[in-house]
């Protein structure tokens, strides 16, 4: 099995930036699907007055749906891969877009916040201890604020599993082999069978402290391969009526 993690991880994805996003717009629906999940946060005023972070934004997919889908709010951006970064902030945004090169513990401890509303794209399945990253969410959240998280997430379902391993063998680790990423394209294909399947993410979530937490699932091929969780972070009087 290949592992990549941290600082090796982060330094796969700077090599893979320079082709990611020509891979990525071979997979139907992907930015779709992005935007799905960005609309689920259900963002009142199209994001007037409010502060939302894009949390693992890679070359900025997720951040140009989390900006249609609110295109009034205004949005930290922010990725462990300068590569992945470099590309993002290469593209056309508006000025209150900003982009930083952070992981999810640095911006947690950085003093900023707290924000409106957190969008993760692709960030849990590819961290060590995803316990400590939710923890860190939720102090970057104001209490009431919403969390969505858009992850490769298996149903747990037997025929999922399979479709999953045929698509990566088929498709995504030659697509990777010949831009000469084949490693992090293995990884993919490992981090996503070895990850939480989706009951199994949806159950961390409440064990994080986080409140109505719910799962919906994607259209298209990727049904029962990639979810979108939703949960927001408890009010006081949430809290005290969880207690």
């Not at 922010?78 to 470099?86: E, K, P």
């Not at 939480?196 to 109505?212: K, Q």
């Not at 049904?223 to 927001?232: K, R």
Request: charged fraction near 20%.
């Amino acid at each position: 099995m290949t592992q990549l993690r941290d600082h090796e991880l982060a330094r796969a994805f700077d090599h893979a930036s320079r082709t990611y996003d020509r891979l990525t717009a071979f997979n139907p629906g992907y930015r779709t699907d992005l935007l799905r999940s960005a609309r689920r946060l259900r963002l009142p005023q199209a994001g007037t007055g409010l502060h939302l972070l894009d949390l693992g934004c890679g070359t900025g997919a997720s951040t140009r749906a989390l900006l249609r889908a609110a295109p009034c709010a205004r949005i930290t951006a922010v990725d462990a891969s300068s590569g992945m970064l470099r590309r993002a902030m290469a593209k056309s945004w508006p000025a209150r877009v900003r982009f930083q090169h952070r992981t999810a513990e640095e911006i947690a401890t950085s003093g900023e916040g707290s924000y409106d509303a957190v969008f993760a794209a692709y960030l849990f399945r590819n961290v060590t201890d995803p316990d400590r990253i939710l923890t860190a969410v939720r102090s970057l959240l104001r209490p009431g604020g919403r969390l969505a998280v858009h992850e490769y997430s298996l149903s747990g379902s037997a025929t999922h599993r399979a479709l999953w391993t045929a698509v990566c063998h088929g498709v995504i680790i030659p697509a990777g082999t010949l831009s000469g990423d084949r490693a992090l394209y293995r990884y993919l294909w490992r981090s996503v069978l070895d990850f939480d399947t989706a009951p199994a993410f949806t159950s961390r979530l409440s064990d994080a402290g986080f409140a109505g937490v719910r799962v919906a699932p994607v259209a298209g091929w990727q049904t029962g391969i990639v979810h979108t969780f939703l949960a927001s972070n408890p009010t006081s009087t949430q809290a005290s009526d969880a207690g």
